[in-house]
């Protein structure tokens, strides 16, 4: 008979809520008493549990749930340090896919190119916009996207977009259907519930 396999089971700190571990944000104090966001779930020691939300994460520090999960006083935080914290870790992982799209050359950069693609329709999962795109470029784009259900966002700016892709700068990136971008956007919804942004 199969066996069914469970996924780990664990309680968040803010709302007591019992999810799969992979749902949830692991954090671990560190030697020095630091609380920290261990999205890898890599870092040792006893962990932690928060959904990746700013509610959960307000009340965890303000029951001063962290001290108890992990007995002994933690360095004080406040939400708005654990949400930059995991925003900014989830901005990284954001920025290395993309890294990872231009080593595979499987991206479509400049804003000429990624309309290209969007009149021949070819298949692009997600079209990322600089937040310094000009506003009627940024507008073109988004609408012909938004016409074929393409998600588009707005991440870096030009010249972080450019330095990503080891190009000049680049106002538009857009990433083709596949595993990569099934990663991007799985990132880039936690990104979005976490940092408030759309
Ligand atoms: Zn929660």
């Known amino acids: 008979m199969a066996q069914i396999r469970r996924a780990p089971q664990r309680t968040c700190l803010g709302c007591r809520q019992v999810k799969d571990q992979d749902q949830l944000i692991r954090f671990v104090c560190s030697p020095g008493g630091e609380i920290l966001a261990d999205l890898k779930g890599r870092l040792p020691g006893r962990g932690a549990y928060l959904c990746n939300c700013r509610d959960c994460v307000e009340k965890a520090v303000s029951r001063k749930q962290f001290d108890r999960t992990f007995r002994r006083t933690c360095q004080p935080v406040t939400g708005e340090q654990v949400v930059e914290d995991i925003a900014r870790q989830l901005l990284a992982h954001l920025a290395s896919l993309l890294g990872m799209a231009r ?96």
């Open 103 to 198: 080593k595979s050359a499987k991206f479509v950069a400049g804003s000429n190119a990624v309309l290209d693609a969007l009149n021949r329709k070819s298949l692009l999962a997600v079209v990322v916009l600089a937040r310094d795109i000009s506003p009627q470029i940024g507008e073109k784009v988004r609408r012909k996207a938004e016409y074929q259900k393409i998600v588009t966002t707005e991440l870096f700016d030009k010249v972080e977009l450019g330095r990503i892709l080891g190009r000049a700068e680049r106002s538009v990136v857009g990433l083709p259907d596949g595993k990569l971008a099934d990663a991007f956007l799985e990132d880039l919804l936690r990104y979005q519930d976490i940092s408030g942004e759309s």
